[in-house]
């Protein structure tokens, strides 16, 4: 009899347990956070020293976080371009932030490439897939994919709460509008209704986000939540008592010396916190997947601090930042916690993309793109299993053919095979060769030493530009070399 009721017991907790499963597997939430320019080594299970990130930390013992994850561009809008469509910026003909491609500097070398302000209404976004699935897609934060025409609302997104085409807001305090850096234009943050002075940015975003999760709960609807925190890109602006905090932890010696920066990185860290506590008091932690990222590499521009002017971040031991195809420019931070997919404490060194999550979270959410639908990025779902697992990639490929400012830098491709790494420079058609494995800081090159290894990555390189159709800069007929910068 004992017998019998046991397994009578067991037949049903297993009927509950399986249908709990299936229900679960059918439809899991997504949040995606994305940071803006936040360098790869910014966050405290990367390595930070000044900042303090401990949610971000929490999320990565939960979960898996990849040691060598790129960004698919060294600038903003290609990059979230990538991320919601599976395909690389330069086959969107996407390769520059939306207010950078009305016009480049006219008086260097090369005119850069043509590239969309827009994403074109005809790209599917994972939104647009996950919206067809009936989840409640929404947006909270930067949108910078175009004009009012190509708002978020037209690419899949049921709710936009502060998206526009622009890439940064004016100041991160309420009444977050004015005109006082970004070319003395009046920018504002759409959809949010009264604050009070002294509210923070990043934390107005939280507030929304957490409204979003609440929806979602009580409508009992599967959600896909992009969280695109503008922090901390410019302007660096952070809670006075948060500076003040970092500035006394101030010490040489540190990688880390801007306390503002450290500051906004804290209250994104924050933000982390709350969402995940707020899915967790919803009975929704099992079920979602969470995803945290940079968009690209970290800001190595200056801003004034105490008369000083000091760089935002440190990429270091990665060369160079935001805006260049130096590893400095390119890897960011990644971390995927998806309940009963990824172990605690995973940790992968595989090379990845941010152009993988398309595909990775169609996949999740039953919503695979079909087989002969392009797709330049791969499911990570192998590697959120086993993150000692290898993916089937050949070689990783970018393409900036464009100038930037801090530091500066010029129009160029890259491709990563393996352990190599070669950059063409198009203003001279100078290649460099670097070994990451050996030389991570990418300080030797290689390129006259290995010439035939260097050749065969360049012809790589080129025959994915033409298969890809990359557009290329055009010599520029005005260019005096005298004036050269
Ligand atoms: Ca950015």
Redesign the pocket.
Known sequence: MNNARHTWAAVVIAAFVSGAAMASAAQPNVVVILA??LGAHDLGCYGADLHETPHVDRLAREGVRFTQAYAPSP??TPTRAALLTGKHPARLGITIWSEGSVRGPTDRRLLQAASWHDLPLGEVTLAERLQAAGYLTALVGKWHLGDAAHAPETQGFEVNIGGTHWGAPQTYFWPYRGTRGFGGEFRYVPHLGMGRPGEYLTDRLTDEALRVIDHAAEAKRPFFLYLAHHAP?TPLEAKPAAVARYRAKLRPGLKHQNPVYAAMVGSLDESVGRVLSRLNRRGLGRNTIVVFAG??GGYLGTAPYEGRAIPATDNWPLRSGKGTLYEGGLRVPLLVKWPGVTSAGGVCDEPVVLTDLFRTLAVLARQAASADEPSDGLDLGPLLRNPRGRLDREALFFHYPHYYHAPPSTPASAVRRGEWKLIEWFEDNRVELYNLREDPSEERDLATRLSGKAEALRGQLQEWRAAVGARMPRPNPEFKASASP
């Open positions: 803006d320019d600038v903003c890109h968009d690209n």
